[in-house]
């Protein structure tokens, strides 16, 4: 196919994309993200394609919508019939009943826990109705390794806008009208980020895109990077204009192995089409986007550290200032956004700043994404309104609490978080709330906990976790978080002393205080928000001797 | 020029130095550990932290690392500062109580014993040695291996470096003598931590002789 | 098991050579290749890219994805996520570490197996998982390390 020219030529091809991918069409989608992969999706697929041969229907593979409780997951259009935890030995059963004779399989459909009724359609789905699908709207929807179907669903159409219609100012303003925040944790706003990039002195800048979700127990990056890479990659064009800058990274964990593939797959057809490299749809803007495989080390999200990483070193952070946007990658200015901030930036593009803002609350707009698991009856991703209440989220789109126990508390935020009692379920959450509480955003992943889990082992669990990852360059961190899961272990090993609560609380404010960099501030936090919480659970395991959820011992 | 206040006292001063180099040069004094004047500021013994008052409530950052810019208010000794020393006071003496050194500058931010446990050794992992040898030999002859607590100063593979020139500066900035050099014999001497050993004689880079110093 | 050419590592080196600082990439690529880099290799990468030893030698040990020994035939790793820990991973993880006789982080003696602990790889909602040569497998439980390791066993 030949290079994309003028922004008509996009325009054109569009229309013919659109042709092609006709929505009356009998068409199988299977899941085939990394959780329905380890269900054993790929076995059913392989059997599909057998079964269809010669048949006139398309079986489309698409990335992870989100919903891997369930997979694998099997939808049949045009009437998206969803299909649950399909295996091969439904294969034939789907071919000849829904397909031959247009019989929906009962045994087949989720069942709503709520009411005990089927759901036939995706669209009915509990799960889907309770959010509100921005940036993964196509999550499922689409074939991955298809731009035509990124480009049917109006894909790179921001970036046509960005080029010829708008100025690298202009983009930047609207980006600050929107509100959009850093997605990543922290909050910043992306469009101030931006304009300080923009205004640091020198030809060569770069951006990056941190794909390190290193978070464990948080996947909302992975599902987009696999679902919808092309969103991410227009998204950095457009940042890149804005910015000035001329080179881009994505920086993504060895750990996905499946967004790796489907993000160089989206890079060489962009670069195909005209869509990345040098003249970017004839309009002289040059920008291109490599590959970095991070190699193991949670500390590389740190935007310090990544860069390090980068130029081949350990991925130890830096003191700041100067801050990346002075001084970065290769002491160039540099900017660095999240996954899902940068999938954020071609809707805002397209559809303005004010239909951005039209959701959220009074400081954060938009929508966020989550991923859930713990104790949860639907683990998986969502995206809603930002400002929503815990309760809605957990309970509406999550499901609620399996085996009929009770919701105890949910971690927000992974290691670096904290953890929200009972009390707090109708927060709405936002940064500044979460914040509040002793939590934070994070990147979006939550570990629900009911009354089984216990608030010092899971603490225990994230400072191992946090203390595996120090990088160990300052003393706080290095030693430190050492001796406070030392303490924590004794705890949680019925050998906790009088003491040993207030010493593992005073070390944890100095970590917090005290340390380089935004992975020892924040490491204390499960353990400040669980003793701000659940005190009663440590002084429980030190003077009682008695693990009330009796997890540590029975 | 510019003008700030380090506890109360208001300073002049040129653009470009650190909270550290003004403070100094103002008789106030912050511990430090991992700073040393012919080094690049490294940031990683937190002992130099201080408070910065700013428009949005105090901030605490390293005085190593943190430019002194105009208008800027420091405290060099508030109380969660004077916490946060001591603590970190306290995780040296646990992991190397046994070096006077150590014990001296524990000492000096008032703390004589430690509630922690940690491994001992002799080495505090301030660096000094690995950023002299990179910085000012500009042999990279010895580096940090591993992560986290389990970090370690070794020669690559913990072999014998072909990169060091035995210029010995890393005994020079080691300020806990977890560096040693000895004499083995007449003519020969010995870096024990690197396993490297060397007639004794003029440095190749500056020329410094060993002999008879 | 590869064993390591001069020739290969050149081809190797080269395909990396616009990339400004390309330790890292090169390192990855090896230990995918060979899994495992040798002393002798990461000599010859410090002397083409022109990178002292000592650093190359942090760049191994500091990111837990490098490994300096030689891996076995089967690399088993167990998702230490938090997902996973909450779902029992940790039994998992310690009946593999009694059916292969080793700790995590080490290889059998006959070099048939690995087996590692790998932070979350984002397959949480399907936990406790593991990952056999590269493949995921979900939900899983004693019984099913058992059933995997015999597999694993008869197809060799």
């Known amino acids: 196919m030949k290079k994309l020219d003028t922004p008509q030529e996009l325009d054109a091809w569009r229309e013919s994309c659109k042709n092609e991918l006709d929505h009356d069409r009998l068409r199988l989608r299977v899941c085939d993200g990394t959780g329905c992969r380890a269900l054993g999706s790929q076995h059913v697929l392989t059997a599909l394609r057998q079964a269809v041969n010669g048949n006139n229907v398309e079986i489309m593979t698409t990335g992870c919508p989100g919903f891997c409780e369930q997979g694998p997951l099997v939808t049949v259009d045009p009437q998206q019939i969803a299909y649950q935890q399909v295996t091969t030995k439904h294969v034939h059963k789907i071919i000849s009943d829904t397909l031959g004779k247009g019989e929906v399989i009962s045994e087949l459909l989720y069942v709503d826990p709520s009411n005990g009724q089927p759901v036939t359609t995706e669209s009915e789905l509990p799960y889907y109705k309770s959010q509100m699908r921005r940036v993964t709207d196509l999550n499922g929807q689409i074939d991955p390794h298809q731009i035509e179907h990124y480009i049917a669903h109006k894909g790179y159409m921001a970036l046509s806008k960005a080029l010829y219609d708008m100025s690298p100012d202009g983009i930047i303003e609207e980006v600050i009208r929107s509100q959009l925040r850093g997605r990543g944790g922290a909050g910043f706003p992306t469009g101030v980020k931006w304009k300080f990039c923009r205004q640091s002195p020198g030809d060569e800048k770069y951006v990056i895109c941190n794909a390190d979700e290193g978070n464990p127990g948080a996947f909302t990056d992975r599902s987009l990077l696999e679902a919808n890479p092309h969103r991410i990659i227009e998204g950095m064009i457009i940042g890149a204009r804005g910015i000035g800058a001329t080179e881009g990274f994505i920086y993504i964990r060895s750990e996905y192995p499946l967004a790796i593939e489907n993000l160089n797959i989206a890079l060489n057809q962009a670069r195909e089409h005209g869509l990345l490299g040098k003249n970017i749809l004839g309009s002289g803007f040059d920008f291109n986007i490599q590959l970095r495989l991070g190699a193991g080390a949670f500390v590389c999200g740190e935007e310090t550290a990544l860069m390090a990483s980068i130029e081949g070193k350990p991925g130890e952070p830096r003191p700041r200032p100067p801050f990346p946007a002075q001084e970065g990658l290769w002491g160039k200015p540099s900017n660095i956004n999240n996954v899902k901030s940068w999938a954020s930036i071609p809707s805002i593009i397209a559809n303005g700043a004010e239909w951005f803002a039209g959701v959220g609350t009074e400081k954060s707009k938009g929508t966020a994404m989550f991923s859930m698991v713990g104790k949860i009856n639907n683990p998986g991703v969502v995206e809603v309104p930002i400002g929503i209440s815990l309760r809605e989220l957990i309970f509406d789109a999550g499901g609620g609490i399996p085996d009929g126990k009770s919701f105890k508390a949910v971690q927000f935020g992974g290691p670096l978080g904290g953890c929200i009692p009972a009390q707090y379920l109708d927060t709405p959450i936002d940064y500044e709330s979460l914040t509040d509480l002793g939590a934070t955003m994070g990147s979006g992943g939550l570990v629900v906990a009911d009354e089984s889990t216990c608030m010092v082992d899971l603490a225990r669990y994230f400072m191992n976790f946090t203390q595996e990852e120090s990088c160990g360059q300052c003393i706080p961190c290095r030693w430190g978080t050492k001796v406070m899961l030392d303490i924590l272990t004794r705890i949680c090993n019925g050998q906790g002393e009088k003491g040993d609560i207030e010493t593992l609380e005073q070390l944890a404010n100095t970590v917090k205080t005290a340390s380089l960099c935004g992975l020892g501030q924040a490491a204390p936090n499960p353990v400040l928000s669980s003793l701000r919480h659940f005190r009663d659970e440590y002084e429980a395991h030190v003077y009682d001797k008695r693990c009330p959820s009796k997890v540590c011992w029975k | 020029m510019i003008t700030l206040t380090i506890n109360d006292k208001t300073i002049h001063t040129q653009v470009g130095r650190s909270i550290l180099e003004v403070a100094r040069d103002n008789a106030i004094w912050i511990p430090t550990l991992c700073y040393h004047e012919a080094l690049k500021p490294y940031g990683g013994c937190r002992l130099c932290l201080v408070e910065l008052e700013t428009p949005r409530g105090s901030r605490v950052v390293s005085s190593c690392t943190f430019p002194a810019e105009d208008g800027m208010v420091v405290h060099t000794n508030t109380k969660t500062i004077q916490q946060s020393r001591q603590i970190v006071a306290q995780l040296l003496l646990a992991r190397a109580g046994h070096v006077p050194f150590i014990r001296e500058l524990a000492a000096s931010v008032g703390v004589n014993d430690t509630p922690y446990t940690l491994p001992q050794d002799t080495c505090v992992l301030c660096a000094r040695c690995v950023r002299a040898c990179q910085e000012i030999v500009g042999m990279s002859a010895i580096s940090i291996a591993n992560r986290g607590s389990d970090r370690v100063v070794v020669p690559p593979f913990k072999i014998s470096s072909a990169d060091c020139i035995e210029c010995t500066t890393c005994v020079l900035v080691c300020p806990t003598d977890a560096i040693t050099l000895d004499d083995i014999t007449d003519s020969s001497r010995t870096v024990h931590e690197w396993q490297s050993e060397y007639a004794r004689g003029a440095c190749r880079l500056c020329e410094y002789t060993l002999n008879g110093n | ?156």
Request: net charge negative; charged share 20%; glycine share 8%.
């Open chain 3, 1 to 156: 098991m590869n064993h390591f050419s001069i020739q290969n590592i050149r081809t190797i080196l080269n395909k990396h050579k616009d990339n400004k600082t390309p330790l890292l990439a090169v390192m990855e690529e090896l230990q995918s290749y060979y899994g495992y880099l040798p002393r002798e290799m990461l000599i010859m990468v410090s002397e083409r890219l022109d990178v002292p030893l000592s650093q190359v030698h942090s760049v191994a040990t500091f990111y837990h994805g490098f490994s300096l020994h030689p891996q076995g035939e089967h690399v088993i790793q167990a998702c230490t996520g938090t997902a996973c820990h909450v779902r029992g991973g940790i039994h998992v993880l310690d009946h593999l570490k009694t059916k292969l006789n080793i700790q995590a982080g080490e290889t059998t003696s006959d070099l048939e197996y690995t087996l590692e602990t790998i932070n979350c790889l984002g397959a949480c909602a399907v936990g406790p998982t593991v990952v056999t040569d590269g493949k995921y497998e979900g939900h899983m439980t004693t019984s099913k390390i058992d059933h995997l390791l015999e597999k694993i066993e008869q197809e060799s």
